[in-house]
């Protein structure tokens, strides 16, 4: 199913947010949405802002409505064009995937974070849910203005 509903799955020592959603567009075109750094604020409302550039080794500035007074310094991890992009720090990774499925594309974003620290922190991180929702809507949206006009 993918409804653009999120879900999230908690264990003591990581907590992973996952979401879907079919966008009728090219991978290519939710691709650019995905790699254009300089760009991403304007249709993406869960950024305030992300400065870098997103290629395979690079390192992005990332801040997110979810918490505005920090600065994420996130690496790319993974840069496979039109299909798979992830990027993170030492607390987890975040991962972009695109199926192609005739004449739409299924976006799939799953982020894992935690490690042997994260019950210590855990309750100071927000829920990803409703920001992954918006992030996935907006992404949709923007992706379909482009391809159909």
Known sequence: MNSGKASTTKTTFSRETAVKIDIEATPATIWKLLTDAGDMARWNSTIVSIEGNIQEGETIKLVSTLD???TFSLKVKEFQ????LAWGDFQGTRVYELT????TTTFSM???IGGILFPLFSRMIPPF?????????????????????
């Not at 064009?81 to 798979?84: F, T, V």
């Open 68 to 70: 505005e007074s920090r």
């Open 110 to 112: 799953h982020e894992k």
């Open 81 to 84: 064009p039109n299909s798979r």
């Open 129 to 149: 849910d409703e920001s992954f929702e918006q992030f996935a809507a907006d992404l949709k949206k923007e992706a379909e203005l482009i391809q159909h006009g």
């Open 100 to 103: 192609p499925n005739g004449n």
